[in-house]
């Protein structure tokens, strides 16, 4: 009934989530006796049926075990897992036992619809999935065959920030509070260093060296370690948040969070930051898909178009693979003018084609 008013806007957002945050507190004490300090699922948020569920928490400690894939993209497999599952439910499937290559690609086949831009992750993740039921005795069959061998390649154009861009986040945060102080530091540090929002926000206090002005760490991603020079700026704005305005406490991460229980911020308390300066303003724009990761791609375009060597780009960013720089490459405006041949030397040669 509160969604409904929320959604017919006869009541606010804050008013709805509070109630539905009390309704799940509750039934968490109901149903195991305590109260959990979990994210609440969202709303109509569905979950498979209890086999598929084990199998699928089974199938995601596998592959944290077996470091098949990096931990961060675990939750993205689990992700796709659960929507492939929800397709085979959707087709009346709900045992393992069920399952032939006939039923895993017409399934494939329906979701691919939801994928328009391309379905190689999806099927990156089922395959994985349908691998592991064959390698432990699951089924008796691997039913990876039935996937399609190739798909189209899904590409993303997450566009950089422009240096007016930049200059009016990093003026957005009000420095007269603790939390505007923290931001800009944040917001500096990710625009000088290309650093992920991953790895700012677990960044600790061993981890810079201030007689060397050095930032070393081990990147939560791909667990590559990663030593990057700290720009005056950026150490400057560290420090007065560190020396002036971060709580006292004996967290070992620089930037916690400061409302209710002080403790280390989250990948998407960096994201959510940046929308809302973004919003505030008037920078937001969902076409555009800017985000906490733009200002590692304003870096890395920076860096190109100041003719810096692609490895030590490389280097600098943390990448593993050379592959990786391709997006930066793209998005660098001025390079690809010079890649540019004319059609014709002139109209008279057109004409005569």
């Known amino acids: 009934e509160k969604r409904k008013h929320y959604e017919e806007g006869k009541t606010s957002r804050q008013s709805y989530q509070n109630l539905r945050k009390a309704a799940y507190l509750i039934e968490s004490m109901h149903k195991n006796g305590r109260i959990t300090l979990e994210k609440i699922p969202n709303w109509n948020f569905r979950t498979p049926k209890e086999e598929f569920a084990k199998i699928l928490n089974d199938f995601c400690c596998h592959l944290q075990k077996e470091n098949r894939v990096y931990e961060s993209s675990v939750s993205t497999m689990r992700s796709a897992v659960r929507r492939f599952m929800f397709g085979l439910e959707d087709d009346g499937i709900y045992s393992v036992e069920q399952l032939m290559p006939v039923t895993v690609n017409r399934c494939i086949t329906k979701l691919a619809v939801s ?41 993303m154009f997450h566009e950089p920030f422009t240096d007016n861009e930049v200059k009016s986040l990093l003026a957005a945060p009000d420095q007269s509070t603790a939390i505007g102080k923290r931001d800009y530091a944040i917001m ?106 733009s200002f590692r791609r304003t870096f890395g375009t920076n860096l190109l178009k ?22 930066y490459l793209s998005v660098e405006e001025n390079g690809l003018k010079l890649c540019a041949l004319p059609l014709l030397s002139s109209g008279q040669e057109a004409i005569q084609e």
């Open 306 to 327: 100041n003719e810096i060597p692609m490895e030590l780009i490389q280097q600098m960013l943390g990448h593993s693979q050379m592959n990786s720089m391709k997006p």
């Open 188 to 293: 500096l540090l990710a625009v000088q260093t290309g650093l992920r929002a991953c790895d700012i926000v677990h960044m600790k206090r061993k981890n810079i060296d201030w007689r060397t002005r050095t930032i070393y760490l081990v990147q939560h991603k791909t667990k590559i370690a990663l030593s990057l020079p700290l720009s005056v700026e950026s150490g400057n704005a560290i420090a007065e948040y560190l020396l002036n305005h971060r709580p006292d406490c004996e967290l070992p991460y620089i930037f916690i969070c400061h409302t209710g229980q002080l403790r280390s911020l989250k990948n998407r308390s960096a994201s959510a930051m940046i929308s809302r300066y973004m919003r505030r303003i008037g920078l937001y724009d969902p076409k555009k898909r800017r985000s906490f990761h």
């Open 115 to 155: 994928y328009p831009s391309g379905t190689s992750n999806f099927l990156y993740a089922v395959r994985l999935f349908l691998n592991y039921l064959f390698d432990v005795g699951i089924t008796s069959v691997n039913l990876s065959s039935a996937l399609p061998k190739t798909a189209a390649t899904k590409r």
